[in-house]
């Protein structure tokens, strides 16, 4: 860093000299000046004050011999010293706008609220914190003032927060600022978007009741384990390379067989080409794979196999040689007559040997129970008919039936008899020994080889990756909004803090936690002093440099405040 002048001839032939502090950087492998503040005329210039700030500066991040502590360390002539006003962390917030402008959310936002916005983006500062430091949006607005720094934000208050909530939610009527954004991102990242994968996950709220018929918080089957709560059904779609495409919100009642024609219409008002959807187990109904292949769209499905279904049983039953695709992969083409859509058993020899185990130890905790049952009712025998001991032990042994019988694992390889008394299911475990290790998918597509279909098959795991990350690093749950609006407005928050930091992981080939740790280490530190104002960041250490550089963003500015009094 360094003063630059330059001067300027007058129409009567005298000269004026201009000072700046500048620095260099190198573009495409050249150095050039950058200016980092204009400091007016020489002639005009508090040179004075230049050499005291100079010599401040110097005593401390210099190499000279003067006192560490800033309290002992004076001005020029016997002046105060410097003292720190304000230090927040800067890096990973300006990583996350620096995406924001690339990738032009703001302009879809700006561009579908008819002018009715804020002069800067405070929907950055939503998406911003809630991959940063996620929390409530009440407190947002006390960590844009207190604990981070936003380019070109100084403040926010609760209003704003929740105005900004609102401005996004209409402006994503259709989903127009989600296609905006994507159609950004495909073209910037150059995605293919052959391959679309699609899963559904539920959120609750922190609650006792639901809003009764027609609304959004209702309660069904909840993925997260807490059926005592009212939820919402969301549904995301991704590309095979984990970017988020579009996500959806339903009430929490809804099936997930009741939303696949929803989401293939509005994919295919994006026209985005030929494209395949790719679903799990729950979407595997018959009229819902009829829907995904409308206008020539195809799917690759995964089939339940253990309900007894007919085509099921036919598809396992046909002989066939594996084709190995990876060390734990093995693939098998079957066709049947009177089916167009193709069926791909796949194998994994390592499943099969836990799903075995798996099968084998929950015989034996059954064998156990029913064993430790049946020597008590054995002791009880004994005892006289009318014994109040016995009738006692009798109701016991029976509340322990009954709940080895409504077990959620165990309960599948029971059998209860005529007379009330539970059997393991010799037969079931037989025919569930054929399906260790195996799940089968179906496709419409004609072309694609069947180790691309297993392949694509196994790259859903995107879309529950995406669910993880949602729930687990930006704490999409629990949501403590009450409007319906804000509670879409939240999951399109979340979901654009996902795209953000899934665009970042792409371009670094780290997690965002990683690149959140590194870049939060840069601080910006604002120093006071009778000589006037300097605001800097920290240096760039070589592996936070590395993240700018990957995503083509560049960093923060090392000195962005220099203001003399």
């Known amino acids: 860093m360094y003063l630059r002048f330059t001067s300027r001839a007058n129409t009567d032939g005298s000269?004026?000299?201009?000072?700046?502090?500048?620095?260099?950087?190198?573009?495409?492998?050249?150095?050039?000046?950058?200016?980092?503040?204009?400091?007016?005329?020489?002639?005009?210039?508090?040179?004075?004050?230049?050499?005291?700030?100079?010599?401040?500066?110097?005593?401390?991040?210099?190499?000279?011999?003067?006192?560490?502590?800033?309290?002992?360390?004076?001005?020029?002539?016997?002046?105060?010293?410097?003292?720190?006003?304000?230090?927040?962390?800067?890096?990973?917030?300006?990583?996350?706008?620096?995406?924001?402008?690339?990738?032009?959310?703001?302009?879809?936002?700006?561009?579908?609220?008819?002018?009715?916005?804020?002069?800067?983006?405070?929907?950055?500062?939503?998406?911003?914190?809630?991959?940063?430091?996620?929390?409530?949006?009440?407190?947002?607005?006390?960590?844009?003032?207190?604990?981070?720094?936003?380019?070109?934000?100084?403040?926010?208050?609760?209003?704003?927060?929740?105005?900004?909530?609102?401005?996004?939610?209409?402006?994503?009527?259709?989903?127009?600022?989600?296609?905006?954004?994507?159609?950004?991102?495909?073209?910037?990242?150059?995605?293919?978007?052959?391959?679309?994968?699609?899963?559904?996950?539920?959120?609750?709220?922190?609650?006792?009741?639901?809003?009764?018929?027609?609304?959004?918080?209702?309660?069904?089957?909840?993925k997260d384990h807490r059926p005592d709560l009212p939820q919402i059904v969301i549904g995301l779609a991704v590309t095979k390379e984990g970017i988020p495409v579009r996500c959806w919100c339903w009430p929490g009642n809804t099936n997930d067989q009741q939303v696949l024609a929803e989401v293939r219409d509005d994919m295919r008002d994006w026209k985005l080409g030929r494209v395949i959807t790719v679903v799990d187990r729950g979407f595997s109904s018959a009229d819902s794979l009829a829907y995904l292949r409308r206008a020539g769209g195809h799917y690759i499905a995964g089939m339940r196999m253990r309900d007894g279904n007919d085509l099921v049983n036919r598809v396992l039953a046909r002989q066939g040689r594996y084709q190995q695709v990876k060390e734990n992969l093995r693939v098998k083409e079957v066709n049947i007559d009177g089916q167009d859509a193709r069926f791909v058993v796949c194998h994994n020899p390592e499943q099969a040997e836990r799903d075995?185990?798996?099968?084998?130890?929950?015989?034996?905790?059954?064998?156990?129970?029913?064993?430790?049952?049946?020597?008590q009712r054995e002791r009880d025998r004994s005892r006289p008919p009318g014994d109040k001991t016995r009738k006692r032990n009798e109701a016991a042994h029976l509340r322990a039936e009954c709940a080895l019988r409504d077990h959620p694992t165990l309960g599948r390889w029971l059998r209860q008899q005529p007379n009330g008394r539970l059997r393991l299911n010799r037969a079931k475990i037989k025919a569930e020994e054929r399906l260790d290790g195996k799940y089968l998918i179906a496709t419409s597509d004609p072309h694609i080889s069947a180790e691309d279909v297993a392949l694509g098959y196994k790259n859903l795991l995107e879309a529950e990756r995406g669910f993880r990350d949602l729930k687990s690093n930006l704490l999409l749950r629990p949501v403590f909004h009450r409007l319906e609006h804000r509670i879409r407005a939240h999951v399109l928050i979340c979901w654009l803090a996902l795209l953000l930091t899934r665009v970042a992981e792409r371009a670094t080939g780290l997690s965002w936690r990683n690149i959140n740790r590194q870049l939060g280490r840069i601080t910006q530190v604002t120093l006071a002093g009778p000589a006037g104002t300097v605001t800097q960041s920290t240096p760039l250490k070589p592996e936070q440099k590395a993240i700018y550089q990957a995503i083509s963003i560049d960093p923060p500015v090392r000195i962005s405040v220099f203001d003399l009094t």
């Open 15 to 222: 000269v004026v000299r201009y000072v700046a502090l500048a620095h260099n950087r190198r573009v495409d492998g050249k150095i050039k000046p950058d200016v980092l503040m204009n400091l007016g005329r020489v002639d005009q210039v508090d040179v004075e004050g230049l050499r005291r700030l100079a010599a401040s500066i110097n005593k401390h991040f210099g190499d000279g011999d003067g006192p560490a502590d800033a309290a002992e360390v004076g001005l020029a002539a016997g002046a105060a010293p410097l003292q720190v006003i304000n230090a927040r962390p800067v890096g990973a917030t300006w990583l996350l706008d620096g995406l924001w402008r690339r990738l032009e959310v703001g302009a879809a936002v700006r561009a579908t609220t008819d002018g009715r916005r804020f002069t800067t983006n405070m929907e950055r500062v939503l998406v911003a914190n809630r991959a940063v430091a996620p929390m409530s949006k009440l407190s947002a607005a006390e960590w844009v003032c207190e604990d981070a720094v936003i380019a070109g934000l100084s403040a926010m208050d609760e209003d704003q927060a929740y105005r900004a909530m609102d401005l996004l939610v209409d402006a994503d009527t259709a989903g127009r600022v989600q296609e905006a954004v994507f159609f950004a991102v495909a073209n910037l990242l150059n995605l293919e978007v052959d391959l679309l994968f699609f899963d559904t996950t539920s959120t609750y709220f922190e609650r006792d009741e639901d809003d009764g018929d027609d609304a959004l918080r209702r309660y069904g089957h909840s």
């Open 356 to 375: 075995k185990q798996h099968r084998d130890d929950a015989v034996t905790r059954i064998e156990a129970e029913l064993a430790r049952i049946g020597e």
